[in-house]
C-alpha cells in the first residue's frame, strides 16, 4: 500500500522491512513503497502547535527519546510504529512518534479515539527484559502522565487523576485522555510500543486540559495557563 511524505508529514504505511531513506529537500514529495519509507529531516515542522527545538530543550539528559518523527497527519503514530519494528527498535528505547492530528486513532481493544488538533497524540518505542515487572508499564505511564502535570508549581490541586488502569480523568466522570501499550517477545525481550492521546485545547465533544485549567481558576481564583 503506497503512501507518501509531504513537507516532513507521514502519510501512509509500509510492512516491516522497509528501509528509510533520508531526503533533504522538505518541500519535494516522496512515494513511499513496499520496501522504502522515505523521511525528510527538518528542524522546525510546519505546525503552530509543536516545536521540535522546545521538545529537545526540555528533554533532560538521562532520557533516551532523542530520535524523533513527526507527522502533521498521520493514520496512527500507534500502528506506524507497531508495523514497523526494524525502525522502532533500531536504537533501542526511545523513537517517539507524534502528530497534528490522526485519521485512525486507537483506543484499547477495538475503541477509536478521536484525534483532531489540540490532542497531545505520541508513541514511543520501549524495550523491557523483565517479564515480572512490564504489566506495570502502562500503570508508571499513565501516572507518569498525570504526575508531568500535577508537579508543577500552582498546579498540584488541580483535579486530575488517574482512572485504573490506564485512563486520565478530570475528575470522576470527565475523561481527557489515555494510554495503549502493545507488546510483542522477540530474542528475551519485550518490545512494547507506548501510546498516549491526551486533550489539551480542543473544547469538543467534551472537555480539554485548558478548558479544566480554567474552571480551577475560576473556582480556586488562581491565574494558571
Not at 1 to 15: K, L, M
Not at 66 to 89: D, M, V, W
Not at 90 to 108: H, K
Amino acid at each position: 500500500s503506497n503512501g507518501a511524505i509531504v513537507d516532513g508529514f507521514v502519510q501512509g504505511r509500509a510492512p516491516p522491512h522497509l528501509r528509510v531513506a533520508m531526503d533533504g529537500e522538505p518541500t519535494a514529495a516522496h512515494s513511499a513503497t513496499d520496501d522504502e519509507l522515505a523521511l525528510v529531516p527538518c528542524e522546525t515542522p510546519v505546525s503552530e502547535t509543536f516545536e521540535v527545538s522546545a521538545y529537545f530543550a526540555e528533554l533532560k539528559p538521562q532520557y533516551p527519546c532523542r530520535a524523533l518523527l513527526y507527522a502533521n497527519i498521520i493514520g496512527s503514530t500507534q500502528t506506524l510504529l507497531e508495523q514497523h519494528p526494524k525502525l522502532c527498535f533500531a536504537q533501542g528505547s526511545g523513537l517517539v512518534c507524534t502528530a497534528r492530528t490522526q485519521r485512525s486513532g486507537r483506543g484499547r481493544r477495538t475503541n477509536q479515539w478521536e484525534s483532531p488538533p489540540g490532542c497531545l497524540l505520541f508513541s514511543v518505542g520501549w524495550k523491557h527484559p523483565d517479564a515480572r515487572t512490564v504489566v506495570f508499564i502502562q500503570y508508571i505511564f499513565g501516572l507518569a502522565l498525570v504526575d508531568s502535570i500535577r508537579t508543577r508549581p500552582g498546579y498540584e490541586d488541580l483535579d486530575l487523576r488517574l482512572k485504573w488502569p490506564n485512563d486520565i480523568y478530570h475528575g470522576s466522570d470527565t475523561k481527557l485522555g489515555g494510554v495503549l501499550v502493545s507488546s510483542s517477545f522477540a530474542e528475551g525481550c519485550f518490545n512494547l510500543v507506548i501510546g498516549c492521546g491526551f486533550n489539551v485545547s480542543n473544547a469538543k465533544p467534551t472537555l480539554c486540559l485548558d478548558e479544566a485549567i480554567e474552571r480551577h481558576n475560576a473556582a480556586s481564583g488562581t491565574q494558571l495557563q
